[in-house]
């Protein structure tokens, strides 16, 4: 994995359940409201959310087998989302209650400012996947009943 700028650009290999189970406990926190200090860590969070949001939408370009693939699929990337979310909204009250030196205010506002534009981007791109993927979802939902209504009662027809 290598840095570019204030992004990572992936080596193709897929990310570990360890890396699953990391981003997961970041949102975790977040939903609990655990406090962390302001250092590089929110940063760190946010790039490594980010980098993930960004894989799981790479891989939602092949389709999902069935229903419970997508709902996990969406479940992972609104997770990640509000975890990302909620990190922004903590660091924009940390960033306007610090007082900090100038170059190091503006500096953390750059970096808020771009990590909210990437927020925005995957808000977009998850409704876009949904609007595209929405009926398939519910068609897969209604096969799957289907199929296990059948083997339930194989002496009915359908």
């Known amino acids: 994995m290598e840095q570019i700028g204030c992004t ?7 990310k570990s359940l360890l ?4 981003l997961d ?7 609990r ?4 200090h302001m250092g590089e860590e929110p940063f760190y969070d946010l790039m490594q959310l980010d980098s993930s949001l960004e894989e799981l939408f790479h891989q939602a370009n092949e389709p999902f087998e069935s229903h419970e693939l997508m709902h996990r699929f969406r479940l992972r990337v609104s997770r990640r989302i509000c975890a990302f979310s909620s990190i922004l909204k903590r660091l924009a009250r940390q960033i306007e209650s ?5 170059h190091q205010h503006i500096k953390l506002k750059t970096l808020h400012s771009f990590y909210q534009e990437r927020l925005a981007r995957h808000k977009a791109r998850l409704c876009e996947w949904w609007s595209r993927n929405e009926r398939t979802y519910h068609s897969l939902c209604l096969s799957s009943y289907v199929a296990q209504t059948c083997v339930a009662a194989p002496g009915r027809q359908v």
């Open 8 to 14: 990572r650009v992936l080596s193709g290999a897929p």
């Open 19 to 22: 890396d699953e189970d990391a």
């Open 98 to 102: 610090a007082d900090s030196v100038i």
């Open 33 to 36: 409201g655990t406090q962390v």
């Open 25 to 31: 406990k970041i949102y975790l926190r977040e939903k």
